[in-house]
Structures are given as C-alpha cells and as structure tokens.
C-alpha cells in the first residue's frame, strides 16, 4: 500500500513566522501535490512537482513556496503565515502522468494561525 | 480556466434511501476520478472512468461518465451509515499534468 505521510496532524504558529509542512511518500511515486482544503471550496492545487527539484504553480500559489530536493520529500513553505492560511493542508502523490493517474493522500495537517 | 462542478452540496438521506451527485466540467475531460472523504479522513481513491458513456460499478455504487465526457455521476442504491462521508469528483486540465477537484458532496445518513 502506498503511504503518504505528512509531519504533523496538527500545527499553531503565529502571524509572521515561517512554517514548514512535511510529506514523504514511501512508493518512488514521480508527481507529488500540496492542496488545501476549506469548506465549500473542496480541494485547491497550491503547488506540484513532476520530478526533483522540479515544481509548477497550482491554483492558489500565492503566500506559498515548495520544495523538492529528494524525490520522496515534497515541503510547503508559508513564508510569512497570516491568518487566511488556516486550513487543512493535504499532500498527495501519483505515479506517472499526473493527470491521469490516482493520487493518494496523506492524513492531512490542520494548520492554525492566529 | 477550467471549472468542475458538483451538486448537491450536501445531502441528507434516511438509510436505505438512494443518492446521486452530479459533476460537471466546462471542459471535456480525458478521464474523470472519484474520491471519497471520511469524516475526519483524507480523501480516497474510488475508481476512474476513461471512455465516453462508460458505466461501471462497485457493489452498491454506480459510476457513469457522460457521452460528451464533460459530466459524471455517482449513485448509491440504498444508503448504510457507512457511506457518509464526502465524495469529490476531478478531472485532468488541459495539460493533463495536474487535476482539478470539485466542491464534494456531503451525504449523510440517518439511521
């Protein structure tokens, strides 16, 4: 079975600090996802990586970095967290045409800022 | 850019009851994949349709994708309380390289 894991079930940080979330897949999958999830508005694409190092803005890039530096490892990066970042923060991992294949999903990080 | 659709936003069934959500693409998609959310889960693969007007099945679950490729639906024949949960449709934009989700649809069901 594929696992994707994300570092934290659950974060607090405050207005202005950086935060880093964590997802590693253990299935040598290439395309790796970070969404986030708020209700009403589903799932929305923030950034993706076809391959190391490699990355490409989603829907709502914006206030976000990513990180690629080892094909397991995908990092989301607030680079000044402000409070309309609160929301769940789901990764996802897909092997091969990322379009076209499943993805699957780590448990989720429930991110707060005040 | 590309739009995925999904009504009804929520639904609330007796058990036993039979359920439909709708999804619609402004664009016609190559494939269309569902998911389904447990309360207090992340989202889960469920199955994806490839071919126009291809109607496949999962045990009380029914999938069919649209002859234009640009709607879908899910059907469960006669709810259990284990169906709650939140079903997401996505479709492949353009490029193909990335995949676009709609709103979900909350089903709950009362015993």
């Known amino acids: 079975d594929v696992k994707v894991t994300q570092s934290s079930r659950y974060l607090v940080k405050r207005t202005g600090e950086k935060v880093f979330l964590e997802c590693v897949q253990d299935m040598d999958h290439e395309n790796m996802f970070w969404y986030r999830q708020d209700p009403g508005l589903g799932l929305r694409l923030i950034y993706f990586?076809?391959?190391?190092?490699?990355?490409e803005k989603g829907d709502i890039p914006e206030g976000y970095s990513v990180s690629r530096e080892k094909k397991e490892r995908f990092s989301l990066i607030l680079e000044s967290a402000s409070t309309n970042q609160t929301s769940m923060y789901l990764c996802?991992?897909?092997?091969?045409?990322?379009?076209?294949?499943?993805?699957?999903f780590g448990d989720g990080t429930r991110l707060s800022i005040l | 850019g590309q739009q995925v659709m999904q009504i009804p936003q929520y639904q609330h069934v007796q058990e036993g009851e039979d359920f439909t959500t709708y999804c619609n693409s402004s664009t016609t998609l190559s494939n269309i994949q569902w998911y389904k959310q447990r309360p207090g889960g992340h989202p889960v693969f469920l199955i994806q349709l490839v071919k126009s007007g291809e109607v496949k099945k999962q045990k009380r679950l029914t999938f069919q994708f649209g002859e234009a490729k640009k709607n879908s639906s899910l059907h469960i024949t006669a709810t259990q309380t284990t169906d709650v949960g939140t079903y997401f449709c996505?479709?492949?934009?353009?490029?193909?390289?990335?995949?676009?989700f709609g709103g979900g649809t909350r089903l709950m069901v009362k015993p």
């Open positions: 996802a991992s897909s092997f091969g045409d990322s379009g076209l294949r499943p993805q699957h």
């Open positions: 996505a479709g492949p934009n353009n490029a193909g390289n990335m995949l676009t």
């Open positions: 990586s076809y391959d190391v190092k490699m990355k």
